[in-house]
């Protein structure tokens, strides 16, 4: 997940996992939520910090789960609320141009963007009700754009694309399982991504601050309390996750990224001892940028524009996964069914989660 804070994506976008029922060694996933999580192209630090709600039955004292998770997002075209509008309406060189773009007073617009996370989770099960858990990110982000100028209907040459990677921000966080069903989290994000990328944006120009979206983390310590229920009825896992990301103050340059609320619902069938086939529902709600990064020029583009950084989005997913001896692989591929973006923004495409799990006992 909202830049990459940024991504997150900044996702923020936040964790759900797979609960595993050990005494019959069938997969039952759990909660879902999604850093990234990672809508359009928020910050990554905007998104789901926990792409699988890691929440799970306990499984008693001393207990070691390990995940490597991989997430994309891939964004192509741009949405004004739930309008589409184009690169060249945007550009202001282009506004005498036709008339929708006299509303839009940039001198670029971004064309596509593509984020990559790569995460690694620990959890430790303290005891059957309470468990602790640690993530690393890092993630990798590169956005196209365009300038056109009056009087022409094809772009400048010499656009380079943006591009921005390393560490983002670090989640901690606790759960306790308060019963078979019920769940409540308090995760903390750690400013650890950076908030000063820079790159050049055309061929022989200095390299200045990179919007937004294309920054690796928050800048501010986040508060992340979740709350799942979870329940089986025979080979049928479903629930819920309800999720908050509250961005506890301003960063060193200025700025504070969105608060974010996500809520998820999930159903998964066992179709076979060590298979389960999954499907989820997320729906996810971010705020504008408040405040603003002063080296970063909001009339640049709509990425460097701190009114133009919230909006809702749905998402299903389809997937499957598979356990045995410890180990659990899954998949998914998602794509939205609904966007509402504070515009103009890149819109989402599709959405792709790999991730291997192993449990030590």
Same mark, same amino acid.
């Given at each position: 997940?909202?830049?990459?804070t940024?991504?997150?994506?900044?996702?923020?976008?936040?964790?759900?996992?797979?609960?595993?029922?050990?005494?019959?060694?069938?997969? *039952?996933? *759990?909660?879902?939520?999604?850093?990234?999580?990672?809508?359009? +192209?928020?910050?990554?630090?905007?998104?789901? #910090?926990?792409?699988?709600?890691?929440?799970?039955h306990?499984?008693?004292?001393?207990m070691?789960?390990?995940?490597?998770?991989?997430?994309?997002?891939?964004?192509?075209?741009?949405?004004?609320?739930?309008?589409? /509008?184009?690169?060249?309406?945007?550009?202001?060189?282009?506004?005498?141009?036709? +008339?929708?773009?006299?509303?839009?007073?940039?001198?670029?617009?971004?064309t596509?963007?593509?984020?990559?996370?790569?995460?690694?989770?620990?959890?430790?099960?303290?005891?059957?009700?309470?468990?602790?858990?640690?993530?690393?990110? =890092?993630?990798?982000?590169?956005?196209?754009?365009?300038?056109?100028?009056?009087?022409m *209907?094809?772009?400048?040459?010499?656009?380079?694309?943006?591009?921005?990677?390393?560490v983002?921000?670090?989640?901690?966080?606790?759960?306790?399982? +308060?019963?078979?069903?019920?769940?409540?989290?308090?995760?903390?994000?750690?400013?650890?991504?950076?908030?000063?990328?820079?790159?050049?944006?055309?061929?022989?120009?200095?390299?200045?601050?990179?919007?937004?979206?294309?920054?690796?983390?928050?800048? *501010? =310590?986040?508060?992340?309390?979740?709350?799942?229920?979870?329940?089986?009825?025979?080979?049928?896992?479903?629930?819920?996750?309800?999720?908050? /990301?509250?961005?506890?103050?301003?960063?060193?340059?200025?700025?504070?990224?969105?608060?974010?609320?996500?809520l998820?619902?999930?159903?998964?069938?066992?179709?076979?001892?060590?298979?389960?086939?999954?499907?989820?529902?997320? =729906?996810?709600?971010?705020g504008?940028?408040?405040?603003?990064?002063?080296?970063?020029?909001?009339?640049?583009?709509?990425?460097?524009?701190?009114?133009?950084?919230?909006? #809702?989005?749905?998402?299903? =997913?389809?997937?499957?996964?598979?356990?045995?001896?410890?180990?659990? /692989?899954?998949?998914?591929?998602?794509?939205?069914?609904?966007?509402?973006?504070?515009?103009?923004?890149?819109?989402?495409?599709?959405?792709?989660?790999?991730?291997?799990?192993?449990?030590?006992?």
């Open positions: 997940m909202n830049a990459a940024g991504l997150a994506a900044g996702l923020l976008t936040v964790t759900s996992a797979l609960a595993i029922a050990a005494e019959t060694e069938i997969a *039952t996933p *759990t909660p879902a939520s999604e850093h990234a999580e990672h809508g359009s +192209a928020e910050p990554a630090s905007s998104y789901s #910090i926990f792409p699988y709600s890691h929440v799970h306990g499984h008693g004292d001393g070691w789960m390990f995940e490597y998770r991989y997430m994309r997002m891939n964004m192509k075209g741009l949405l004004d609320g739930t309008d589409k /509008v184009s690169a060249s309406e945007i550009s202001q060189s282009n506004m005498m141009m036709t +008339a929708p773009a006299a509303g839009y007073d940039y001198m670029m617009a971004p596509d963007m593509t984020m990559d996370m790569h995460m690694l989770m620990a959890m430790y099960d303290v005891t059957e009700r309470f468990t602790l858990m640690a993530m690393l990110n =890092y993630l990798k982000n590169e956005m196209n754009m365009v300038m056109y100028m009056e009087g *209907t094809e772009p400048m040459p010499g656009m380079l694309p943006m591009k921005s990677s390393g983002g921000d670090t989640i901690i966080s606790a759960t306790y399982n +308060a019963s078979h069903e019920w769940s409540f989290g308090l995760g903390l994000s750690i400013p650890t991504g950076s908030i000063d990328e820079k790159g050049a944006m055309m061929d022989g120009s200095p390299k200045t601050r990179l919007p937004y979206t294309m920054q690796l983390g928050s800048g *501010t =310590y986040d508060l992340i309390p979740t709350v799942v229920y979870n329940a089986d009825s025979g080979a049928i896992n479903y629930g819920g996750q309800g999720m908050i /990301v509250y961005r506890t103050g301003e960063n060193d340059n200025g700025y504070r990224l969105g608060h974010r609320l996500e998820s619902g999930w159903l998964k069938y066992a179709f076979a001892s060590r298979g389960v086939a999954t499907s989820r529902l997320v =729906y996810a709600q971010w504008n940028v408040s405040g603003q990064d002063m080296e970063v020029d909001p009339m640049m583009s709509p990425d460097s524009n701190p009114n133009t950084q919230g909006g #809702i989005r749905t998402d299903l =997913y389809l997937g499957v996964s598979g356990f045995k001896n410890g180990w659990l /692989v899954s998949g998914e591929i998602g794509a939205p069914i609904y966007q509402n973006l504070n515009g103009p923004q890149l819109k989402t495409t599709s959405l792709i989660q790999l991730s291997i799990m192993y449990m030590l006992m």
